[in-house]
Nanobody, 127 residues
Framework: QVLLVESGGGFVQTGGSLRLSCHIS????????VGWFRQASAKEREFVTA????????YYGNVLKGRFTISRDSATNTVFLQMNNLDLEDTATYYC????????????????????WGQGTQVTVSS
């Protein structure tokens, strides 16, 4: 059974940083794509970023403005999301998602195209 477990969320002031982790167990996605989505209260789930495991090709959503960085560690089967210069609009539940497909286009990086999901970790940014 594949499990994705996020950690690292919490409370932070505007301008601060957080590093989220997504540990994958029960399987690997060496030929696939792992990403992060977020969902704020009363809003739709939004694509944040994704990484192709095999070649580390990365994709970022339009709203990030260079503040977020995704990376992965094969040794621990973990994907990280480094978030810097956080602002109020980054408040959301952040979800890790994985697909066995190796996506080559940002068009494909939508929630329905990811088959495995974590339970989410809450990030709250305050002024």
């Amino acid at each position: 059974q594949v499990l994705l477990v996020e950690s690292g969320g919490g409370f932070v002031q505007t301008g601060g940083s957080l590093r989220l982790s997504c540990h994958i167990s029960g399987g690997t996605f060496r030929s696939g794509t792992v990403g992060w989505f977020r969902q704020a209260s009363a809003k739709e789930r939004e694509f944040v970023t994704a990484i192709r495991w095999s070649d580390r090709e990365v994709y970022y959503g339009n709203v990030l403005k260079g503040r977020f960085t995704i990376s992965r560690d094969s040794a621990t089967n973990t994907v990280f999301l480094q978030m810097n210069n956080l602002d109020l609009e980054d408040t959301a539940t952040y979800y890790c998602a994985a697909s066995q497909r190796r996506y080559a286009s940002s068009y494909r990086l939508r929630a329905p195209n990811f088959d495995y999901w974590g339970q989410g970790t809450q990030v709250t940014v305050s002024s």
